[in-house]
């Protein structure tokens, strides 16, 4: 009997939108699990490799190299969505081992191809029903819950009627494919979302500063946390002071944090790492030039989650698991001895 593969990830989903009443189906396909969130801006690497992000280089897309950066010339068209002030743009670029574990490049799909499954990655409702073909690998990435989440919220009616057309969308695919063969399925979101309580304007509170960007000090505000480059004590000095008189909104990383939380601590992601607390948002940053009204990647997060389904076999899974436990688990539902090297271990029972 023909076999097809899916691999579906439902980008920025909370757990609470997998329910009876927003969407049927995919509640209905087995029980929901949850993954260890890892507070990362680069989870696909970590998917697609089985290795956290101290291993795999890849913690956010963009890194301090000295201000001696490129990338806007070449990628301003692609990026010029991004609220990187013009002045900053030449302080940073686009993190190089990033482009290691993209898609075709990464560990899984390599593993994939070695055992002669055919590969198609699928951008939200685009799916070609005319490919439900054996030993094939269908990556549907639905990408539409976050930026209406970000607008609207994550309670709002544009975000329930988008969880019906994709329930709707999956249903459609599932239903199709089982007419065709087995199916073998992994579901899954690379991380929740949070509602914003308060909005902080880091950018305007270090304006006032003795210490000025670009002469000082280089920072990069993503919206739950914001990195610090020194380039003199002075500065450094001055900008601990003033975070240390931010203790409402979060905190510095502290050693123990960078290991409990999977983070590389080198140069390039910062001198120092300043996360808000969960809720709390900078506004504006160099993503959103305007408020929002929910966000990701804090260290405190709601989990995301994780469905496996098989029409031939009941799938259970043993334990709460990791992101760095997807590559390894979607391989052993595939019945593929992994020979690659990963921190993460299959979690079915």
């Known amino acids: 009997m023909k076999h097809i593969s899916f691999f579906i990830i439902l980008d920025g989903f909370r757990t609470s939108y997998i329910t009876k009443d927003k969407m049927p189906f995919v509640s209905s396909l087995g029980k929901m699990n949850t993954i260890e969130p890892i507070p990362s801006f680069c989870q696909r690497p970590t998917i697609f490799s089985g290795n956290s992000p101290i291993k795999t280089g890849c913690f956010v897309d963009f890194v301090y190299n000295g201000g001696n950066a490129k990338w806007y010339k070449k990628y301003l068209k692609r990026y010029n969505s991004y609220n990187i002030p013009k002045k900053y743009q030449g302080y940073f ?20 191809k070695k055992n002669g499954y055919k590969i198609i990655w699928v951008n939200n409702f685009e799916f ?18 976050e930026p209406i989440a970000f607008k609207y919220g994550i309670h709002s009616k544009q975000i329930k009627a988008y969880l019906k057309r994709v329930d709707g969308s999956i249903k459609r695919i599932f239903k199709t494919a089982e007419q065709n063969g087995e199916i073998t399925s992994l579901i899954m979101s690379d991380h929740g979302m949070t509602t914003i309580k308060e909005n902080v304007d880091i950018m305007h509170m270090l304006n006032s500063l003795n210490s000025k960007f670009g002469s000082d000090y280089i920072v990069f505000l993503n919206s739950p946390m914001a990195r ?9 000095k001055e900008i601990l ?31 120092v790492i300043f996360y808000m607390k969960n809720g709390i948002n900078i506004s504006p940053d160099f993503y959103h030039p305007k408020k929002i009204k929910s966000m990701h990647g804090y260290l405190d997060e709601k989990p995301p989650i994780l469905i496996t389904y098989s029409t031939s076999n009941m799938l259970k899974i043993k334990k709460r698991c990791n992101l760095i436990d997807i590559m390894p688990t979607f391989l052993e539902l595939l019945k593929i001895n992994n020979k690659t090297k990963t921190d993460g271990r299959s979690v079915l029972k």
Not at 128 to 145: A, E, M, Q
Not at 228 to 236: G, S, T
Request: hydrophobic share 35%; proline share 4%.
């Open 93 to 112: 670029d686009i993190e190089e081992n990033y482009k290691k574990f993209k898609d075709k490049n990464s560990p899984l799909f390599k593993e994939l």
């Open 128 to 145: 070609d029903f005319k490919k439900l073909k054996p030993k094939t690998v269908f990556f549907i990435h639905y990408t539409g819950s």
């Open 241 to 271: 002071i003033f975070l240390g008189g931010l203790k409402k909104y979060g905190k510095i990383l502290s050693d123990n944090d960078f290991i409990k939380f999977k983070i590389p601590k080198e140069k390039k992601y910062g001198d």
């Open 228 to 236: 610090f480059w020194f380039l003199n004590k002075k500065a450094e």
